[in-house]
Nanobody, 114 residues
């Protein structure tokens, strides 16, 4: 599966952004999709995930501010980001879990300024 992210950019603290991920190729066997992020000098961390049933999970740091949604018909997964903080600054990656293997997009940069 091929994943392409879009929607990143520069935003002021308190602002909003929506990230989009378009998936192409064989979607058969995909168990879930999600968004991860990696800030400079830090490890990649999970932000939000959604499984095939539409069940979602969020990291504690983004609960109540970020919302993940998946459109199975369009093979897209979006991340609505509200009340952004400087600590949300990172390279955001879309992922798809196929069996036990993760596929990754190239990432989209989100920078939150004060």
């Amino acid at each position: 599966v091929h994943l392409v992210e879009s929607g990143g950019g520069l935003v002021q603290a308190g602002g909003s952004l929506t990230l989009s991920c378009a998936a192409s190729g064989s979607m058969f066997g995909i168990r879930g999709m999600g968004w991860y992020r990696q800030a400079p000098g830090k490890q990649r961390e999970v932000v939000a995930t959604v499984n095939t049933l539409g069940n979602t999970n969020y990291s504690d740091s983004v609960k109540g501010r970020l919302t993940i949604s998946r459109d199975n018909a369009k093979n897209t997964v979006d991340l609505q980001m509200n009340s952004l903080k400087r600590e949300d600054t990172a390279l955001y990656y879309c992922s798809a879990l196929l069996g036990v293997t993760y596929s990754w997009g190239q990432g989209t940069q989100v920078t939150v300024s004060s």
